[in-house]
Each structure stands twice: as C-alpha cells, then as structure tokens.
C-alpha cells in the first residue's frame, strides 16, 4: 500500500475480483496435513510454498516448523477489493551509506549479492496499536501498514513490488475515531492501474497484539509468488500462491528479487499523492528477519540476514517553520531484528 501521483480510472470491482480469482492457487489441505512432511505435489496442488532443505536453508526451515506447527489450523482463502490507493516505488534521498530518508516509508532493506537474487523473504512482529497522533485534526484518517516485500527500491520499466502483511488503521466511524485491522497482500505493477488495489484478506482475523509471521517464496519460473500468514496467537494459517500479472495479456512479470525490504508505511489515497497521516503506533518489532537469494545459473543458495542493511527514515515537512521532522526511525537489534519506532 504505498503511492504515486497518477490518476486511476473508475474501479470494476467484478473485473478485478475475477481477474484476482483466475490467478490464485489456495485450497484448505485435508485434515492432519503436514507441509513439513507433505510430497511437492501436494504442496503445490493447495497453493504452499515448496519446503526448503534444512541443510542449506537453516533459516528458513526453522521459519516453516513455526509457521506450520501442528497445532495450527487451515483457513480457508477469501479476499474483499479495497479502494485504490495511489501507488509508487517510494522515493528517497541518499542521507550515509547506511541510512536514508522517505516521505511513507519507515524500516529495512538488503540486496543480494556475487550474482544472486532473492527467492525468500519472511519475518515476525506482533501487530501494533494505533493512537491518534499528536495535532491530529477531527475526521483525519491516520493509516498504516507493516509488511514484507520484494523490488520496492529500484525504479526501472515497468517495476513490481509484490508485498504482504497487516495495516492498522484510524478512521472516523460516525464521527468518532475507529481503529481496524486486516491482513492483506498487493502485487503493484508500475504502470498498470488494475495492480494499484491493495487486496484484504478475509482471514486470518487480525488483533491488536497478535503474533503474526509473514513468508513470501518466489516460484522457480520468477512468475509466480506463494505467500503465507500465520496468526501465532491465534492459532490461524492462510497460504496461496499467485500468479503474476501479464499486461494486455502479454506474457507475465517476474519478480527480480533485486531487493528485500521490512517496512512500516504510510499510504495514500487517491487523487491526493501525499501520504496520509501517519497514526502513533507505539513500536514495531521486527524479528526473526530473513531472506534466501539463489544463483539462477547454478541454483545455489545462501541465506541473508540484516547484516549490511539499508535503514530508512520516514519524515514529514511542517509549516510555520517549514522544517523536516522525522516522525518514523529503524533502530537496528541485531543482525535478524530491528524495530521501527513512532516519533
């Protein structure tokens, strides 16, 4: 749910919803199913991600034995249409080496390395509790959204970024400010304004304070993404795989796995560019963070930590004086957790 200055044309959500529906592979597995002991063709056939080899995916594997623990329990995939929101690879300024500023984003990012691209993201926070911030005006909508990513830093021809996870929201509810909460996934195209529709999940239900893991894993063919969220505190898991956008029905994106990004934003709505008010959120937590990148020649893998990551800084510009203020800032823990922080 991120933004960008292009007008959208009128929303069909029909349209959408079965050009959503005729992409997705997710049917709930039959009782006492395994993923971590399930054939390949099984995991594909319900729309799982393919289990990654304990030896060379340590990381990882040890991700999947929490996110498909046996006490957990299958929702079923459905899906409601948002309005659109005004969508962007987010810009930046370069401020060190280490650490750079953005007007709606706030978090991490790494890129792969010695000819490699990423395959895997995942990570673990517990959902956080949005309060009105301080200034904000009766009726304003205070939105924010927490997820994981792939390609949100690099700006070339037509640019996806798919990206999952939460949005914890404020807004007016008969005049009286309202939180929500929701799971939701989004594959934005640059260009295409079909793919500038943030996509919520009906499940898992999302609490103030739940535990949540998100995953995304790339297909083999770079065409193609499995995503799975699990409520840990619920004790809920929903996993499909989506098939990537074609434009005009040409042949489908692939996803570059140029980078990884951790990231708490602040979105907008359209036909306004700027990022909605960003609500206090208190602090979020991210992790147990991680990626694998595989070298497509050789089909080598390695896996990534936040060692060497980018920072990034979120800010907003204030009137009367006009200054920069940044309301939004990393703090890095160690090399697989870090936390964003409300300022």
């Known amino acids: 749910m991120i933004s960008e200055q292009k007008p959208h044309p009128p929303l069909d959500p029909s349209a959408l919803r079965k050009l959503v529906e005729a992409s997705i592979t997710s049917t709930p597995p039959p009782e006492g199913f395994d993923p971590l002991q399930a054939p390949r063709e099984d995991l594909k056939k319900f729309g799982f991600p393919m289990r990654p080899d304990p030896k060379y995916q340590p990381a990882e594997h040890a991700l999947w034995q929490q996110m498909f623990a046996r006490s957990l329990a299958f929702e079923q995939f459905a899906f409601d249409i948002l309005p659109p929101v005004a969508t962007q690879i987010r810009g930046f300024f370069w401020e060190s080496p280490r650490r750079q500023t953005s007007l709606n984003w706030s978090g991490a990012y790494i890129t792969p390395r010695d000819g490699t691209v990423f395959s895997t993201i995942w990570t673990k926070f517990q959902v956080p509790t949005p309060n009105l911030p ?95 969220i699990t409520n840990v505190s619920t004790g809920r898991v929903v996993q499909f795989f989506q098939s990537a956008p074609a434009p005009n ?72 004086p006009e200054r920069t203020v940044k309301i939004s800032i990393p703090k890095p823990l160690d090399t697989t957790e870090f936390l964003t922080e409300f300022q």
């Open 249 to 320: 029905g040409g042949l489908p994106f692939k996803v570059s796995g140029a980078t990884a990004e951790w990231v708490m934003e602040r979105p907008a709505i359209p036909p306004d560019p700027t990022p909605m008010p960003l609500p206090d959120y208190g602090t979020v937590d991210f992790r147990d963070c991680g990626a694998t990148a595989i070298n497509m020649k050789t089909g080598a893998t390695v896996e990534r930590t936040l060692s060497g990551a980018k920072l990034i800084d979120m800010y907003v510009v204030r009137q009367n």
């Open 134 to 228: 301080p200034g904000a005006r009766p009726g304003e909508k205070d939105l924010s959204s927490t997820w994981i990513g792939f390609d949100g830093q690099r700006r070339y021809y037509m640019s996806t970024l798919p990206q999952f996870g939460t949005a914890q929201n404020i807004e007016p509810n008969m005049g009286v400010p309202t939180r929500s909460f929701f799971a939701w996934w989004q594959w934005w195209v640059r260009g295409l304004a079909g793919q500038a529709i943030p996509i919520k999940l009906a499940a898992p239900t999302i609490h103030p304070g739940d535990l949540i893991i998100c995953y995304m894993q790339v297909a083999a063919d770079r065409a193609g993404v499995s995503f799975v």
